[in-house]
Structure formats: structure tokens, C-alpha cells
């Protein structure tokens, strides 16, 4: 069974404008991290936020928030007034008692001017 | 320190050469991982060090791949006899603790291409 789901294989945005990528996931373990990654085409995988599954509050860092919602198992991220600069893969993932993280398949984000 | 460095950045063999990647993380932490990216794939994880340890190893980890990291410093990851199968890219990560909100910091990689 598929432990993370990125259900969206691309989307487009306007620039400056918000946009969502959904992920959801599963697990049985109550103790769990979610993480988004950027991945432009230099091919580096670059950490964007942070999520705990005992996390009360929505995680948020600058331009990016987390809207996680724990019943559905959905962690999706936001992204406020978006840029050209953000145009890349943006892969979710989840580390649950061991210490490896687990990948979605992605979504390929396009920002338009 | 400028991050986890991958290398070479590109190799191409030919089909049943044997290859070997390194990688150098970032100099205090002291788990490394490595990864494997296919395209238009998530990373797969392959394996894992604890220092000098080796505590982890993915199925996708055939016997034709091998991993050392010699003192719990850089890293090597090693494919005998390679399969166009694993044409690919490899993804290096590191991170400092045991701890779930600890990020992983990622190298650039290393894009094989068997031919």
C-alpha cells in the first residue's frame, strides 16, 4: 500500500497567487514526522517544512504552511504569493519510528507570470 | 561546510562495469542515507549509516550494490556488474540525530546513465 499520496502529477499557478498541493498518507504508528521537499532541476532535494503528528498548530515557515489535517491523514502544503523561483517538483514525505523517509510521487509545480 | 557533496555528478558506463559514487556529508551529523530517484518517481531509500554502521538496508538493495562508510565520515556506494536497470539518479542525504522533525540535508546527487 502506497504510504504517501500526491495525487496531483502537475499544477499551474499564476504568480503571486496561493496554491495547494495536496498530499495524504498511512501509517499505524502514532508518532510520525511529514516533510516537504523542493526539487528543482539541479536535482537537489531542498526541506521546506516540517509537520509532527503531536504538532498542535498548523506548521509554517514564511511563504509555506502546512495544513494538516490528522483524521483525514492529509498534510498539504500551502504556498502563499507564489514565484517564478518556485517552479520545480515538490515531493512530501513521512518518517515514522525508523529513521528513513518515505516519498510521494511528486507534484510538478509551474508558476506563470 | 557547504552542504553534502556528491561525486561525480554524472557518470555514463557501459552495461557490467562496475561503478563507485561518494558521498561527503555534512561534517557533524552523523546519519547518512542514500537514495535512489527514478524518473518521475519519489526517492527510494536504499540504505542507511549510524556513523560507521550500516543499520538499514531496502530490499531494492541487491547484492550487486554494496555501501561502506569507512570511520563514519564519507560514504561509498558501489554497483558491480550494472543492469540499465539501474539507470538512475542517487541521492545522498544526511541529518544529525535519531529525532522525527530532524530534516534530512540532500546532496545534488549522482546521475548515472548505463548504456
Known amino acids: 500500500a502506497q504510504k504517501i499520496t500526491q495525487t496531483q502529477p502537475g499544477m499551474f499557478v499564476q504568480e503571486k497567487e496561493a496554491v495547494t498541493l495536496d498530499c495524504t498518507y498511512d501509517?499505524?504508528?502514532?508518532?510520525?514526522?511529514l516533510f516537504w521537499y523542493k526539487q528543482p532541476s539541479s536535482g537537489e532535494m531542498i526541506f521546506l517544512i516540517y509537520q509532527g503528528s503531536y504538532d498542535q498548530q498548523n506548521a509554517t515557515e514564511g511563504r509555506y504552511s502546512l495544513n494538516f489535517q490528522k483524521a483525514r491523514k492529509s498534510a498539504n502544503l500551502v504556498i502563499s504569493a507564489s514565484q517564478l523561483g518556485d517552479s520545480a517538483m515538490y515531493f512530501c514525505?513521512?518518517?515514522?519510528?525508523?529513521?528513513?523517509?518515505?516519498f510521494g510521487t511528486g507534484t510538478r509545480l509551474q508558476v506563470f507570470p | 561546510d557547504t552542504g553534502v557533496s556528491q561525486n561525480p555528478r554524472h557518470k555514463i558506463t557501459k552495461r557490467g562495469q562496475n561503478v563507485t559514487f561518494r558521498c561527503d556529508p555534512i561534517?557533524?551529523?552523523?546519519?547518512l542515507y542514500w537514495y535512489r530517484q527514478t524518473l518521475g518517481q519519489g526517492p527510494e531509500f536504499l540504505t542507511y549509516f549510524q556513523n560507521e554502521a550500516q543499520l538499514e538496508k531496502s530490499r531494492l538493495l541487491s547484492d550487486r550494490f554494496s555501501a561502506e562508510r569507512p570511520k563514519g565520515s564519507f560514504s561509498t556506494l558501489e554497483i558491480q556488474r550494472t543492469e540499465q536497470g539501474d539507470s538512475a539518479m542517487y541521492l545522498c542525504?544526511?541529518?544529525?540525530?535519531?529525532?522525527?522533525?530532524?530534516?534530512?540535508?540532500f546532496g545534488q546527487g549522482t546521475r548515472l546513465t548505463v548504456v
Open positions: 514525505a513521512m518518517r515514522e519510528d525508523t529513521d528513513k523517509l518515505i
Open positions: 542525504a544526511s541529518s544529525s540525530n535519531r529525532e522525527k522533525n530532524t530534516e534530512a540535508f
Open positions: 501509517t499505524s504508528d502514532p508518532s510520525y514526522g
Open positions: 561534517s557533524e551529523h552523523n546519519r
